[in-house]
């Protein structure tokens, strides 16, 4: 399972910089991949530990909101 966990991780990274590459363009791009994080990590606090919400789940929707506030 930690495999899995890292090759997931790693495309959403892949996904995010992508975004950040196409800049003004990536805005759409970079909500898909934040949200993909935020839902992630809520079912990841449902199914395995709770302090995954704050350690994905939070930040993940922290940028969301900054990524917004900035558009």
């Known amino acids: 399972m930690p495999a899995n966990q890292g090759l997931y991780n790693g495309f959403l990274a892949a996904g995010l ?7 003004e363009a990536g805005f759409q791009i970079k909500v898909f991949f934040l949200l993909c994080v935020a ?10 530990d709770r302090k995954i919400l704050y350690i994905q789940t ?3 929707v922290l940028a969301l ?7």
């Open 17 to 23: 910089i992508w975004g950040l590459y196409l800049g």
């Open 65 to 71: 909101i900054v990524l917004w506030l900035g558009a």
């Open 58 to 60: 939070l930040p993940a």
């Open 39 to 48: 839902i992630a990590g809520l079912y990841s606090a449902a199914t395995v």
